[in-house]
C-alpha cells in the first residue's frame, strides 16, 4: 500500500498521469499559491503531471471573483479576525482554517476529454466529496442552485460541509476543494460563507465522525476520479 502520510515533508506520490502531494502542519497561503502558478505552467509545458494536493492552511479568508463585500462580510475587511486574500478563483468568499482538508486539484482537462467542460469538472468534483462522505455512511448532496456539498445537521437543517472554488488556465484546473473535518466553525461569523445566506456550516465532527484527517486522506485516493 501506497504510504500517504509521511511526516517529515510534503510527500509526493506519483504515477504517469498523477501525483498526490501531501503536506503536513499549516501551509501559509502565499506559499500555497506560488506552488501551484508554478505547477500550472509545469503541468502547460509537459513538465509535470496532474496533482492532487493535501494541505491545511492556518486561519484565513479568501475570496473569489464573484465576491461582493457589502454582502460577504459581517464586518470591516480591516476588522476580520484573519488574514483575507483575493484568489482568482471563481466563487466569493469563504474560511480556510485548522482541521480543514483543503483539496487542491491542478489538472490538465484536456486529459479528461477531448473536448474540456468546466461545468463537468465541478460535478466530478462534487461527486468525488459525495463519494468519500458516502464511505463514512454520511449521506451528502448537492443543493439545485447552490455550488458546494451539503449535509442535513443533527436537526434536519441544510449545512455545507465542503466548498469548490476553481481557476482555470490553459485548460488546466487549480484551487479547488475545502472539506469540515474538524475546524473551528466560530471563524464563519465574521462572514457570509460562499455568500449564501440562510443556510449554515457544519463539519464532520459535528455530524459524530470521530476519524483521523488521515483517514480522510485515504478515503479520498480511494474515491477519487482521477485514477492513477
Given at each position: 500500500m501506497l504510504n500517504l502520510f509521511k511526516k517529515t515533508t510534503s510527500s509526493f506520490i506519483p504515477s504517469s498521469q498523477l501525483c498526490w502531494k501531501i503536506s503536513p502542519g499549516l501551509v501559509p497561503y502565499e506559499e500555497a499559491l506560488f506552488f501551484m502558478e508554478k505547477y500550472v505552467e509545469d503541468i502547460y509545458k509537459k513538465k509535470k503531471p496532474g496533482c492532487i494536493w493535501l494541505l491545511e492552511h492556518p486561519s484565513l479568508y479568501t475570496y473569489g471573483t464573484s465576491s461582493n463585500f457589502?454582502?460577504?462580510?459581517?464586518?470591516?475587511?480591516?476588522?476580520?479576525?484573519?488574514?483575507?486574500?483575493?484568489?482568482?478563483?471563481?466563487?466569493?468568499?469563504?474560511?480556510?482554517?485548522?482541521?480543514?482538508?483543503?483539496?487542491?486539484?491542478?489538472?490538465?482537462?484536456?486529459?479528461?476529454?477531448p473536448l474540456p467542460d468546466l461545468k463537468a469538472f465541478v460535478n466530478l468534483l462534487e461527486t468525488w466529496i459525495i463519494d468519500t462522505l458516502k464511505e463514512l455512511k454520511i449521506e451528502a448532496f448537492r443543493q439545485e442552485g447552490l455550488i458546494g456539498i451539503w449535509v442535513k445537521g443533527r436537526d434536519e437543517k441544510i449545512l455545507k460541509i465542503a466548498a469548490l472554488g476553481i481557476r482555470v488556465r490553459h485548460w488546466i484546473s487549480f484551487h479547488g476543494i475545502s472539506l469540515n473535518i474538524d475546524p473551528d466553525l466560530s471563524h464563519y461569523n465574521s462572514i457570509v460563507p460562499c455568500g449564501i445566506q440562510n443556510f449554515g456550516v457544519t463539519s464532520l465532527r459535528e455530524l459524530g465522525y470521530k476519524g483521523t484527517i488521515k483517514d480522510i486522506d485515504y478515503i479520498l485516493k480511494k474515491t477519487c476520479p482521477f485514477k492513477t
Open positions: 457589502q454582502e460577504d462580510l459581517c464586518l470591516l475587511p480591516n476588522d476580520l479576525p484573519f488574514p483575507l486574500y483575493e484568489t482568482g478563483r471563481g466563487g466569493r468568499i469563504t474560511y480556510h482554517g485548522p482541521g480543514q482538508r483543503i483539496i487542491y486539484c491542478m489538472i490538465d482537462l484536456k486529459t479528461l476529454s
